[in-house]
Structures are given as C-alpha cells and as structure tokens.
C-alpha cells in the first residue's frame, strides 16, 4: 500500500506528455490574475458607452444651433417684411409709362391716381399733391376708389378737397369706382354735384372731347363691366357701358377710357371686341402683397397671382395700364409694393 502511494505521488508530481520537464516546479495560480480577468471586456463597453453619449451631445448641440438659425432667419423675415409695410405705407413712388396713339399731334403728360381710399399722404395730402406738381402733368385722371363703400362726411369732405386741390395743378377727370358706387347706394349720396363743385369734370357712363395740350381726345369714364357680368348677352348690349364703348369708336378721335375695373376688359378677351386705343384702370393696389420673382399676390377679382396686377400691357387690340394704387387692400398692407402715382407721356 505505501508503494502504491508512492507511486501515485510521483505520477502526480511528473510532466505530463509534451510538457517539457525544467525542473522548476509548477507555480500555483495566482487569485488577483484570476479577478483581473474580465477587465479588458468592461474597458470596451465602457468606452462604447462614452462615444454614443458624446453622439448624442452633437447631435443635440446641432439641433440647438438649427433651431436658433432658424429663429434667426424667422425674425429676420419678420423685419424685413415690417420694415417694407412700414415704408409702402408712408412712401410715395412715380411709375412712367410710354404710351403711342395714333391721331396724338403734340406729346402731353398724364398722372392717373387711383385707390387712395382716403388715405391721407401728409396733412392734408400735401406730400402726395407735391408730388403730383413735380411732375409737371398736363391733365390728371382721378380712376376710382378715392373712398371706401363705408366712408365718413369727414372722409368725403378729404376727397373733396383733394379734387379741388389737384385742379390747381391741372385739369382733373374723374371715373367711379366700386367704393364710390357701394358709398353712394349705402349713404344714399349722389357724389356727382359734390364732386362738379370741386372743378373737376366727373366721367360716369359717358364721354366728352378733352382739350389736353393742343390735341382733341374722346376721353370717356366708366366704373367698369364691360362684359355681361352675370346678365344676357341682349342686356348687355342695351346697357350704358356698351353704348358708351359703341359711340366712342365711331368718335374718330383718338380714345382713352378710365375704367377702374381692369377685369372688365380682361375676362372672356373683351380686348379682342373693342376698338379703345387705351385703358387706364386701378382696383387691383399692384397685388398687395409682391412676392419678389413672381408679382403680385392677390388682386381682387382675378384673384391669386394676377396676371394683370399692375404695369403696362398689349391684349389684342387695345393698350391697358394698370395703376399699381396708393392704399393697401382694407386691413392687409401693402408689402414690398410701392405706392404709386401714374405718370403717362402720350406720342403719336
């Protein structure tokens, strides 16, 4: 039994195969190695964990920085488009067209105003009639819409005086527009001996012979409609406006109609039928609202992004100039869209 013992003591104290045998004898394990063991792996998650939490710091860092770019350019949207409500509501621009008729002998000048809608320029209008006078018109066309449908007695007194004002820098020739009509119909007014009173010669439904710099010029005033707009085509023809239109053509003048409605030659090509060498119309304020690049946003009647919201064009037959206005369009103010006085030169 102790040889066995023996034997199996040395047998355990032997190298095993392939091991070599140095003599030394086999160190124990060491505890502290074996704890450390699972260090390297907690190292790495760690570290995982360090990055993905600086990510998220950079991404929210980023979204911070959008966010206040974004407010940035908000407010300074904002206070450009104040800046332009501002300046278009108390500034003053001159448009100038060319306009050529056939039968003109003599250049002459022409400032057509319209939509003032009882604004005031200065006290008592005095930076609009200044700017009236300095450019040295030969007659000036008053197209519609000096008041609003709900104007006051002190508002009609301001329009009143105006007209009589512009008479002494020439002669003045006046057409309604829809506010003038919807005014009279609701306050029960006729404006037409208040506004003979002033001087000024009013063209409503009719046309007369304007002496204007030495030429001879069929000069007529509607409100506009000159299409059915809503009636028969035999109740249109037996209506003011087309007799008005009718009788001008066969004048043998050359012939200028103020029309504050410019939709009344635009829709269902009406310029296409008359033979008016110009119109001069308003009712639009330029679109109100330009968004730059495109024009106009808004124009009543013909509605979003007007094709004929402000300037100068050439449909079918006729010339047409649409006066971009002088007040914004009721509570909504006129941005990036000028005030502006009409100033027409005529040539033959």
């Known amino acids: 039994m102790q040889e066995e013992e023996k034997a199996l003591r040395e047998a355990e104290e032997r190298p095993s195969a392939g091991e070599p045998d140095t003599g030394v004898p086999a160190a124990e394990p060491d505890a502290s190695a074996q704890e450390a063991g699972p260090e390297p792996q907690e190292r790495e998650d ?3 964990g360090s990055a993905q939490e600086e990510k998220r710091k950079k991404r929210r860092r ?7 770019i974004s407010a940035a350019l908000i407010l300074l949207c904002a206070a450009v488009v ?3 409500a501002l300046v278009c509501s108390t500034c003053l621009s001159v448009k100038e067209y060319e306009v050529s008729i056939d039968g003109i002998d003599r250049p002459f000048t022409a400032v057509v105003l319209t939509d003032l809608h009882s604004k005031e320029y200065g006290r008592d209008n005095r930076r609009l009639l200044d700017k009236v006078r300095r450019q040295d018109p030969d007659v000036i066309f008053a197209v519609g819409d000096f008041i609003s449908e709900d104007a006051g007695d002190a508002e009609v007194e301001r329009y009143l005086a105006l007209l009589e004002r512009l008479g002494e820098i020439a002669p003045v020739y006046v057409s309604y527009g829809n506010h003038e009509q919807a005014y009279m119909r609701k306050a029960g007014v006729d404006l ?3 506004i003979a009173r002033t001087g000024a010669i009013l063209l409503n439904e009719e046309w007369t012979v304007a002496e ?5 010029i069929c000069l007529g005033g509607t409100m506009g409609h000159l299409y059915p707009f809503g009636r028969t085509y035999e109740e249109f023809f037996s209506s003011p406006e087309f007799r008005l239109v009718r009788s001008m053509q066969s004048s043998g003048l050359p012939t200028v109609m103020l029309s504050h409605l410019p939709d009344t030659i635009i829709f269902v090509n009406a310029y296409e039928v008359y033979d008016i060498d110009l119109f001069l119309s308003g009712h639009t304020h330029g679109g109100v609202i330009r968004v730059p690049g495109k024009g106009g946003l808004y124009a009543p009647m013909q509605g979003w ?17 649409v006066s971009g206005g002088l007040a914004g369009h009721g509570r909504i103010p006129r941005i990036f869209n000028m005030p502006e006085i009409s100033v027409v030169h005529f040539s033959g």
């Open 192 to 194: 037409a001996p208040l």
């Open 212 to 216: 204007i710099a030495g030429n001879r």
């Open 46 to 48: 760690g570290a995982d």
């Open 82 to 84: 104040g800046i332009s």
């Open 62 to 68: 980023r979204l911070r920085l959008l966010l206040l």
């Open 305 to 321: 992004f007007p094709e004929f919201d402000r300037g100068y064009f050439h449909p079918g037959k006729v010339q047409l100039i």
